[in-house]
């Protein structure tokens, strides 16, 4: 059974940071990727960054470019992302999902129709 737990988020300045973390089970990183994505009140949710390891593969949206980080931990089958630089728009609330990740695109369609909880990001100004 596909699980997967984030955490991580909680309220911090603009400017700020946060890591968050996706602790997947029932299946293992090295057979497939995971996505973060994020919905704010009002919107639809997007997607902000993908990463499949075994192939080296990391895709950023152009909001989270040079300021996020997406990296796994394959051996605890966990994915980060490190958020640096935040600002009050990047408030939301971030999921992990199993995707399709590819190469120099923020296209990750979903493999799963399975969210996790999803954790809290809020930035104040």
């Known amino acids: 059974e596909v699980q997967l737990v984030e955490s991580g988020g909680g309220l911090v300045q603009a400017g700020g940071s946060l890591r968050l973390s996706c602790v997947a089970s029932g299946f293992t990183l090295d057979d497939y990727a995971i996505g973060w994505f994020r919905q704010a009140p009002g919107k639809e949710r997007e997607g902000v960054s993908c990463?499949?390891?075994?192939?080296?593969?990391?895709s950023y949206a152009d909001s989270a470019k040079g300021r996020f980080t997406i990296s796994s931990d394959n051996v605890k089958n966990t994915v980060y992302l490190q958020m640096n630089g935040l600002k009050p728009e990047d408030t939301a609330v971030y999921y992990c999902?199993?995707?399709?990740?590819?190469?120099?695109?923020?296209?990750?369609?979903?493999?799963?129709?399975?969210w996790g909880q999803g954790t809290q990001v809020t930035v104040s100004s």
């Open positions: 999902a199993v995707v399709t990740c590819f190469r120099g695109s923020d296209y990750m369609p979903r493999r799963f129709d399975y």
């Open positions: 990463i499949y390891s075994p192939d080296d593969i990391t």
